[in-house]
């Protein structure tokens, strides 16, 4: 079994967060770029993820703020699954991972870091991607500024 170690998250976790919701304050902003909304979908959009497992995370929710995917018209649900897919493929293009994790963290106890708006994980993955670093000095090395991930991703995502 391969275990994913983010003790850097530690901090993120235990912090006060805010009282507005990170994805409905993302999308309503108006700046796309200084929010790294990759994507705007006719009802989901892709964004990167501001406290990444890894480069190119990716985060892929619905602009409706529910809970769980249970809540979710049938066409919000589609179309979450389909942006998920079109992350997977932007990140194969641009970053060529290894394989990837997917993942929807529903409810406190199942990790939701914001359990009120649903949002997917796509964390791409490759051969060798964690080192001594997070077990040792609890720090994450990750390779590329959060600004370079998004212009490399925009730019795979150009027809």
Avoid at 93 to 104: Q, S, W
Avoid at 143 to 152: A, E, G
Wanted: one cysteine or more; charged letters at 20%; glycine letters at 6%.
């Amino acid at each position: 079994m391969d275990i994913l170690w983010t003790p850097w998250r530690m901090e993120f976790i235990l912090s006060e967060k805010p009282k507005e919701c990170i994805f409905c304050t993302k999308i309503s902003a108006g700046d796309d770029r200084a929010e790294h909304v990759l994507y705007r979908g006719q009802h989901t959009f892709i964004a990167l993820n501001l406290y990444p497992y890894n480069n190119g995370h990716l985060l892929v929710a619905p602009y409706r703020h529910v809970p769980s995917t249970e809540d979710l018209l049938p066409e919000e649900l589609a179309e979450l699954l389909t942006l998920v897919n079109k992350g997977l493929g932007v990140l194969r293009r641009a970053m060529r991972p290894h394989g990837f994790n997917l993942g929807a963290n529903l409810g406190k106890v199942a990790g939701a870091g914001v359990e009120s708006h649903v949002h997917i994980h796509v964390v791409p993955r490759w051969e060798g991607d964690t080192n001594f670093m997070p077990l040792l000095a609890q720090t994450r090395v990750i390779p590329q500024w959060i600004d370079q991930t998004y212009d490399q991703l925009r730019q795979a995502l150009e027809p």
